[in-house]
């Protein structure tokens, strides 16, 4: 009995020092864990006090950046209005962004930390204030020899490389577009991962991804696709959608696709995208006949903008441009039209004037 008693008496005590020195580890790990968590937060906090600073400078001095024109670049220096330290450099280079926007690159500098780089996109030439969504935003930059399915042009004068001999001379000419004499196009092919007797018809880049319509005489082939091109050698074909029949021309607009039916039940057949990456038809409008017994014509041309679709369509005994009122997509309403003559090839609208290429002898229409 007494050795017994003795025994746990000694297990009792190597049992309380364990479970003290687990309780110590686990202290000093939590000690630890705060400490590096709290210097963590405090580098954070010193990091967004930096930036927000710099963007306060920049907010104050950024009408000095507005209006710039593609291949122009600019520089100021500024006070630092009482900041840590006395200046603050601010560069932006513009670009083109897609077709139609620019797409500005701003660097904010001060003396010791690393620099702030951000990007704006802006309409060009002006156009609806706050009106992007009826452009696609395209993430290839013109200037840039490497973009990825259009042309990209290369600078005839290396920025990266001035010499401070003539460091006058050139910034006088990288303030000025590119002469196109001086531009070397480089293209990029890139093969889709689908079947090469497909005719596509019309083509929309977003973001790296290309939304392409077609017009297959197969009832099985798909009538949109939409491809990952971010890598031009391994391309992603992420869905295409059999919408019925086929597609003459696409015009993207936010999450919506507009579209040219080759179709004598209806000529316009609005898409949407869905937030999960598929598509699905949402409406279909057929044109008014002009009198009963009217052959219906097949669509051949549409534009987007500003909540209004401009379709084209094959020469018929009805209008072949019509202006279709979308800003409720499920119920689309014909608010205009004009008699041309002949087939409508191609649209383009901009401040309230549309551009019609025909194929009569009139082949531009204003």
């Known amino acids: 009995m007494i050795f017994r008693g003795s025994y746990n008496i000694k297990t009792e005590k190597g049992l309380i020092l364990a479970d003290v020195l687990l309780a110590m580890s686990l202290a000093v790990l939590f ?42 670049s600019r520089s100021i220096t500024v006070n630092s209005d009482g900041w840590k330290y006395s200046t603050t450099t601010i560069s932006a280079y513009a670009h083109w962004y ?50 990825l399915g259009s042309y990209g042009y290369q600078h005839a004068l290396n920025l990266n490389t001035v010499n401070s001999a003539t460091s006058t001379t050139q910034t006088a000419e990288s303030n000025s ?34 939304y392409i319509s077609t017009d297959s005489s197969n009832s099985s082939d798909p009538d949109i696709i939409m491809a990952d091109i971010h890598d031009p050698a391994n391309v992603d074909l992420n869905f295409d959608v059999d919408t019925g029949p086929g597609l003459s021309g696409i015009a993207l607009a936010g999450n919506r696709i507009f579209a040219a039916m080759t179709s004598r039940t209806a000529q316009l057949q609005v898409i949407k995208i869905s937030y999960l990456g598929g598509m699905l038809v ?36 009805g209008e072949e441009f019509s202006v279709i009122d979308v800003s409720n997509p499920t119920s689309p309403v014909r608010v205009g039209s004009l008699e041309i003559g002949s087939k409508v090839n191609s649209i383009f609208v901009r401040d309230g004037i549309a551009y019609v290429t025909s194929s009569d002898q009139k082949q531009l229409r204003v």
């Open 31 to 72: 000690i630890v864990l705060f400490v590096q968590s709290f210097a963590n937060s405090r580098d954070l906090f010193e990091y967004t006090k930096e930036h927000n600073k710099l963007m306060d400078i920049y907010n104050a001095h950024a009408a000095d950046f507005e209006g710039m024109t593609p291949y122009e």
């Open 98 to 147: 897609g077709n139609d926007r620019i797409q500005t690159d701003i660097k904010i500098q001060d003396a010791v930390n690393s620099p702030l780089v951000f990007n704006a996109v802006r309409a060009y030439p002006l156009i609806v204030p706050g009106n992007y969504e009826g452009t696609p935003l395209c993430s290839v930059g013109f200037s840039n020899k490497n973009v």
């Open 177 to 210: 577009p590119p002469n196109p004499q001086g531009l070397s196009p480089i293209i990029t092919p890139i093969s889709l991962p689908i079947s090469s007797f497909i005719p596509l018809t019309d083509l929309e880049v977003r973001n790296s991804h290309a």
């Open 282 to 317: 949402e409406s279909s409008y057929k044109l008014p006949l002009p009198y009963a017994t009217a052959t219906p014509s097949l669509g051949s041309a549409i534009f987007y903008d500003n909540n209004y679709v401009y379709l084209g369509t094959e020469k018929w005994d």
